[in-house]
């Protein structure tokens, strides 16, 4: 019984795959670290994007405005000194 058939798994075998294993989690774990930095920034950008859309459709709004007040102040002067 000493002898181990072809095949077989020892627990050093085992320990090896587990050791293994353990590294890879490791590796795996200081990547996802990366990842997540590099995803918190790319939110920070994103965010700051959709706030300058933001003022350029507010500003958008308020030319609109101010070009529609200006025009209706200068029809009502234009039919005044016309009259």
Request: glycine residues 8%; negative net charge; contains cysteine.
């Amino acid at each position: 019984m000493s002898e181990l058939s072809p095949g077989s798994v020892t627990t050093a075998d085992l320990y090896r795959e587990l050791v293994g294993l353990r590294g890879d989690l490791s590796a795996l774990a200081i990547r996802f670290e990366r990842v997540d930095v590099v995803n918190t920034a790319a939110e920070a950008v994103h965010n700051d994007h959709e706030m300058r859309l933001r003022a350029l459709e507010a500003f958008r709004w308020k030319l609109i405005g101010a070009c529609l007040l200006v025009s209706v102040i200068a029809g009502a002067a234009g039919s005044f000194v016309h009259h």
